[in-house]
T-cell receptor, first 113, second 113 residues
């Protein structure tokens, strides 16, 4: 079963525009992470935000976390064609003995040049 | 430093056969996790090993097994392959046991015919 669900499932924008992807989850979490995947290859870690944090930035990326609504958003500003990829949110649960991540189904982002 | 490496890149097997997939973590990382990603879906957690001990197991049948070696590399074994085992198998390494970002390898694409 999937803990996180991304919305929208697919997003198409023009280069230079901002892209916003949302993630909702069902249970309490320890942390939430965003990953990028290009064409069925390995995942690239983007940002980790802990349950006691509300916002984090990394370059053109901005992640927010609202634990009361069990939701997170990933904003990519000034998008580039190279940002075309699938983006996944993944949650780490507080009662985990280890580092298991539960992924959502992903948002497929296409940035048109 | 080299990232996470996986071998082989691609593999074609017949139903009923078994397969062994290999993973080398980033130098210094003691945790290795395995994920299965079926086409069009997010990755699903299979196992985590830390310091050569199993620390987590996902909802997969006993046909799936894994181990971690003293040098922290890992093998994933799948017996009695089914068509539904066709997927991208991803290995991820992390520095600590829990609550931290994971670094993924490029994956092994397994096709079962």
């Amino acid at each position: 079963s999937q803990q996180g669900e991304e919305d929208p499932q697919a997003l198409s924008i023009q280069e230079g525009e901002n892209a916003t992807m949302n993630c909702s989850y069902k249970t309490s979490i320890n942390n939430l992470q965003w990953y990028r995947q290009n064409s069925g290859r390995g995942l690239v870690h983007l940002i980790l935000i802990r349950s006691n944090e509300r916002e984090k930035h990394s370059g053109r990326l901005r992640v927010t976390l609202d634990t009361s609504k069990k939701s997170s958003s990933l904003l990519i500003t000034a998008s580039r064609a190279a940002d075309t990829a699938s983006y996944f949110c993944a949650t780490g649960l507080p009662n985990n003995a280890g580092n298991m991540l539960t992924f959502g189904g992903g948002t497929r982002l296409m940035v048109k040049p | 430093d080299a990232g996470v490496t996986q071998s082989p890149t691609h593999l074609i097997k017949t139903r009923g056969q078994h397969v062994t997939l290999r993973c080398s973590p980033i130098s210094g990382h003691k945790s290795v996790s395995w994920y299965q990603q079926v086409l069009g879906q997010g990755p699903q957690f299979i196992f985590q090993y830390y310091e050569k001990e199993e620390r987590g197991r996902g909802n997969f049948p006993d046909r799936f097994s894994a181990r971690q070696f003293p040098n922290y590399s890992s093998e994933l074994n799948v017996n009695a392959l089914l068509l539904g085992d066709s997927a991208l198998y991803l290995c991820a390494s992390s520095l600590r046991l829990r609550g931290n970002e994971q670094y993924f390898g490029p994956g092994t694409r397994l096709t079962v015919t």
